[in-house]
């Protein structure tokens, strides 16, 4: 009989190399983001590297690595798994395959929802469609973790732009919230940020904070700001709207003047898009 028990352990176990066995997913929280009404796309990043990212939602919206692979790490709040990076790979979606992706227009909100494991190294584009550089700017929506210039270090960065370029007079686009809250090193985060056509917002965990106006950094000296320019950070005011620039939509890097850069170290365990502006309600449905 003990002989049977391990031939029956032994066929069984070498039957299983070479497969790829998935670990269990968060079917609650998976279920909860896909009940949310207006929801484009969610990347719960269980795929190997090497392997183009799908979606679930209203397309597969495959996202492709460039300039090396993603590895596939054993831990993540959505599937279980997350993608790597900080070896200046990233995912891309080209722009004529965007469709849905590409949010613009007056009166069209955004929110985009991610799941990351930062390192806490410098500025880190997460995902959206943004790209600082290729014909003068194609920016358009973009999540960012760190964005020190304009006073977001270490803080929840949402980007919006009509015209996709920097915003006038300055050098760079400042039209982005920053969360009050910062983002903690090497720990599992939810953050978020959602734009209704007049403010942008951001979240950390769900948790929306306030900031006071402020003055902003490297802002003093420009023509009709001498002094700087203050705002508040959180909610942002922009009573504009996001224009059809152009972009690719892109994870985990965005295209500088010195080519790709910002790029996000640490781990993405899920990124989400929704064709709306979120309640405060389903802004915690996101919490593991």
Not at 10 to 26: A, D, E, M, R, W
């Amino acid at each position: 009989m003990t002989r049977i028990l391990i031939l029956i352990f032994l066929f069984g176990h070498l039957g299983c190399i070479g497969k790829t066995s998935l670990l269990p997913q968060n079917e609650d929280l998976m279920n909860r983001i896909k009940s949310i009404k207006g929801l484009i796309a969610l990347w719960d990043f269980k795929e190997e590297e090497g392997y183009a990212r799908k979606a679930d939602g209203i397309g597969e919206f495959p996202l492709v690595e460039m300039n090396g692979t993603l590895p596939r790490i054993k831990e993540g709040p959505l599937s279980g798994y997350s993608a790597q990076f900080g070896n200046n790979a990233y995912l891309m979606l080209p722009n004529k395959k965007c469709k849905e992706l590409n949010l613009y227009g007056e009166g069209q909100g955004v929110t985009v929802v991610a799941w990351v494991k930062w390192s806490g190294e410098q500025t880190g584009f997460v995902g959206g469609m943004w790209n600082e550089y290729e014909e003068g700017g194609k920016r358009q929506y973009g999540l960012f973790v760190s964005l020190p210039h304009y006073n977001g270090r270490n803080q929840v960065c949402g980007h919006i732009s009509k015209t996709g370029k920097p915003t006038p007079p300055f050098p760079y686009s400042i039209d982005y919230s920053a969360s009050k809250q910062e983002v903690p090193p090497n720990e599992w985060a939810c953050i978020a940020f959602l734009f209704d056509g007049e403010f942008i917002k951001s979240y950390l965990n769900g948790k929306f904070e306030p900031r006071e106006p402020e003055l902003i950094d490297h802002t003093s000296g420009f023509e009709g700001y001498p002094d700087g320019i203050i705002q508040t950070k959180n909610p942002y005011y922009f009573k504009e709207w996001m224009g059809n620039n152009g972009s690719d939509f892109t994870v985990g890097a965005v295209l500088l003047k010195s080519g790709m850069g910002n790029f996000f170290k640490g781990q993405i365990g899920g990124l989400a898009v929704f064709n709306r502006v979120l309640s405060e309600a389903e802004m915690q449905k996101f919490i593991p």
